[in-house]
């Protein structure tokens, strides 16, 4: 069982409300990313980050913005948020070993109005 | 262009009955394959994971196979319950020891039925 929690589990609110999903792992693991997955389609990467004070920007264009302050804590935010970021958040967090597991979140639905 | 295909896009079975699920990709330099399994809300489980040296890999009822010729892997599931219904994901990563890039196909929808 992955040691991976991510709150809240579902967000709705209005259009233009700034808004932060928490992800935090209790696994020691330096590596840790931010995948948007919408209904039917596949994983996207929007942020990922190799340490403390290290984060970039994945494949797909993302308004929101993330920080790695300790290795545990790796939070989404998004200043203003519109009806196209309604979708599903899932973080992750890989292992140092051969092929690095991903372990994931539960994931945050959001929602907005 | 890198890509992950699967197939079917949905599957319906009868408990106990057995199932394959496809997955061909055209990524390149090929580093690792993936199953995931992805309960409906929930984040996806890791199933398997196959290099490039690995044809087979089983976990329980779960066994995946890879033809890195053909650029093709399966995932047999053996006497199905309930709880496999599921989203399976296929990911393929296409570097090294370190996490390269994934790339991620939209998944098999199966519904096992009593």
């Known amino acids: 069982e992955a040691d991976i929690y991510q709150t809240p589990r579902y967000l709705v609110i209005g259009t233009g409300k700034k808004i932060t999903l928490e992800c935090s792992q209790t696994?020691?693991?330096?590596?840790m990313y931010w995948y948007q997955q919408d209904p039917g389609m596949e994983l996207h990467l929007i942020h990922y980050?190799?340490?403390?004070?290290?984060?970039e920007k994945g494949d797909l264009s993302s308004e929101s913005t993330v920080s790695r302050i300790r290795t545990e804590h790796f939070p989404l935010t998004l200043e203003s948020a519109r009806p196209s970021h309604t979708s599903q958040y899932l973080c992750?967090?890989?292992?140092?070993?051969?092929?690095?597991?991903?372990?994931f979140g539960s994931g945050t639905q959001l929602s907005v109005l | 262009k890198n890509q992950v295909e699967q197939s079917p896009q949905s599957l319906i079975i009868l408990e106990g009955k057995n199932c394959t699920l496809q997955?061909?990709?055209?990524?390149?330099?090929?580093?690792?394959l993936r199953w995931y399994k992805q309960d409906t809300g929930r984040g996806p489980v890791s199933l398997t994971i196959?290099?490039?040296?690995?044809n087979t890999k089983s976990n329980g009822r779960y066994t995946a196979t890879l033809d890195a010729d053909t650029k093709q892997s399966s995932l047999h599931i053996t006497a199905s319950q309930l709880s496999d219904s599921a989203s399976y994901i296929c990911?393929?990563?296409?570097?090294?020891?370190?996490?390269?890039?994934?790339?991620f196909g939209r998944g098999t929808q199966l519904t096992v039925w009593p």
């Open positions: 992750a967090s890989s292992d140092p070993g051969p092929n690095e597991k991903l372990f």
């Open positions: 696994m020691g693991h330096d590596k």
């Open positions: 980050s190799y340490g403390v004070n290290s984060t």
């Open positions: 997955c061909n990709y055209t990524v390149s330099p090929f580093s690792n």
């Open positions: 196959m290099t490039f040296s690995e």
């Open positions: 990911v393929v990563s296409d570097r090294g020891s370190t996490l390269g890039r994934l790339y």
